[in-house]
C-alpha cells in the first residue's frame, strides 16, 4: 500500500527558505503511471495546489508562487522535495504530498490520491 | 480566478441526503470532466471519493455520488452516516497546467 509522509522544520523565520520532504513506501516515484504534487492548506482556507513533477523531471508550478518554487525527486531515497524561498507569514500552512494519478485519461493527471498526513509549518520570527 | 467556489457549510440529518456544489468557470470546470472530489477528516490525510466528475475509487461507498452541468459540479452523498462529517473540497483542471481546489465546505451532520 502506498504511503507519503511528509517532512519539515515546523517553523521559518520571515525571508527564509522553506524546504520539506516527502518520503514516498510501498511505490516508486521513478513510475511513469503518475506525476507527484504539493499542496497546501492555509489556516481557515482551503486546499491550493503548489507544485507537480514527473519522473522524467518535468515541472509545473502555481503561477502565483512559480518565482519561489523548486520541487525536486530523489530517486534513490523515493522521495519529493519542496523549497520555497524568501518565506512570509502568508506561506504558514499544512504542506501536503500526494500522488496524482489518470494519466491514462489525460496526459497531467486528473486525480491526487493518496495524500500524506500532512506537515504544519509556521512562518514566524 | 483563485478558487472555485463551495458553500462554507451545509447539514443534514442521519439517512438524509445533501449536495454540495462546486463553481467554477469555462475555463476549468466547465472545460473538462476532470472535477474531483475530497473527503477531509482533520487530522487525516485528504482522501478521494470520486474523480473524472463522477467516478468513484474502489472501495468508496456508493452513497457517494457526482455529476456536472455546465460549469458547476455538485457531489451527493445520500444515506448520511455519522461518520460522513468532515470537510469536502472539489478540484478541476484549469488549464495551463494548473490545478484549482473550492474553498472547502463542512459537512455537519445533525
Known amino acids: 500500500q502506498l504511503q507519503l509522509q511528509e517532512s519539515g522544520p515546523g517553523l521559518v523565520k520571515p525571508s527564509e527558505t522553506l524546504s520539506l520532504t516527502c518520503s514516498v513506501s510501498?511505490?516508486?516515484?521513478?513510475?511513469?503511471?503518475?506525476?507527484w504534487a504539493w499542496i497546501r492548506q492555509t489556516p481557515g482556507k482551503g486546499l491550493e495546489w503548489i507544485a507537480s513533477?514527473?519522473?522524467?523531471?518535468?515541472?509545473y508550478y502555481s503561477p502565483s508562487l512559480r518565482s519561489r518554487l523548486t520541487i525536486s525527486a530523489d530517486m534513490s531515497n523515493n522521495q519529493i522535495s519542496l523549497k520555497l524561498t524568501s518565506v512570509t507569514a502568508t506561506d504558514t500552512a499544512v504542506y501536503y504530498c500526494?500522488?496524482?494519478?489518470?494519466?491514462?485519461?489525460?496526459?497531467?493527471?486528473?486525480?491526487?490520491?493518496?495524500w500524506g498526513q500532512g506537515t504544519l509549518v509556521t512562518v514566524s520570527a | 480566478q483563485s478558487t472555485l467556489t463551495q458553500p462554507a457549510s451545509v447539514s443534514g440529518s442521519p439517512g438524509q441526503s445533501i449536495t454540495i456544489s462546486c463553481t467554477g468557470t469555462?475555463?476549468?470546470?466547465?472545460?473538462?470532466?476532470?472535477v474531483s472530489w475530497y473527503q477531509h477528516h482533520p487530522g487525516k490525510a485528504p482522501k478521494l471519493i470520486i474523480y473524472?466528475?463522477?467516478k468513484r475509487p474502489s472501495g468508496v461507498s456508493n452513497r457517494f455520488s457526482g455529476s456536472k452541468s455546465g460549469n458547476t459540479a455538485s457531489l451527493t452523498i445520500s444515506g448520511l452516516q455519522a461518520e460522513d462529517e468532515a470537510h469536502y473540497y472539489c478540484?478541476?483542471?484549469?488549464?495551463?497546467?494548473?490545478?484549482?481546489f473550492g474553498g472547502g465546505t463542512k459537512l455537519t451532520v445533525l
Open positions: 500526494a500522488r496524482l494519478g489518470g494519466l491514462e485519461v489525460f496526459w497531467l493527471g486528473n486525480w491526487f490520491g493518496p
Open positions: 510501498g511505490g516508486f516515484i521513478s513510475s511513469s503511471d503518475y506525476y
Open positions: 513533477i514527473y519522473y522524467n523531471g518535468r515541472t
Open positions: 469555462n475555463s476549468d470546470v466547465g472545460s473538462y470532466d476532470l
Open positions: 473524472e466528475d463522477k
Open positions: 478540484c478541476s483542471y484549469a488549464s495551463s497546467s494548473t490545478w484549482l
